[in-house]
């Protein structure tokens, strides 16, 4: 059995000191990703208040009197409203895991090495 190479036929092959080599990332501790995460709970906020709205809005009751004079009781739900007071908090929740994770790459620290003497 063959295995593969690890490199393209197309391109030229790479020696193994550089293809082992990490790829250069961008720089961590970046304080404009708290900015980012602010913004996010605030709209995640809204998204809650909105969704409050809409889940109160989307329910009607409606009475009509009954064959026996007692008053019959219905509620007539507007799918379309409660769908979107599920999704806003849903999208809520979505915005407040990634404003965690904005603000812990807001502030991550990158650890040097020590010197050996």
């Not at 709205?53 to 009509?64: A, G, I, Y």
């Amino acid at each position: 059995m063959t295995l593969p190479e690890p490199w393209s036929a197309d391109e030229p092959m790479l020696s193994e000191n550089a293809a082992d080599a990490p790829e250069p990332r961008g720089g961590l501790a970046q304080p404009w990703r708290a900015v980012v995460a602010a913004v996010e709970l605030v709209l995640a906020g809204a998204l809650v208040v909105v969704a409050w709205w809409l889940w109160d809005r989307s329910q009607l009751v409606v009475e009509v009197p009954g064959a026996t004079g007692l008053p019959m009781r219905s509620t007539r739900i507007f799918g379309d409203r409660a769908a979107l007071g599920i999704v806003a908090p849903t999208l809520a929740a979505v915005l407040l895991v990634d404003a965690v994770r904005q603000l812990m790459l807001a502030w991550a620290v990158r650890r040097s090495r020590a010197r050996r003497d």
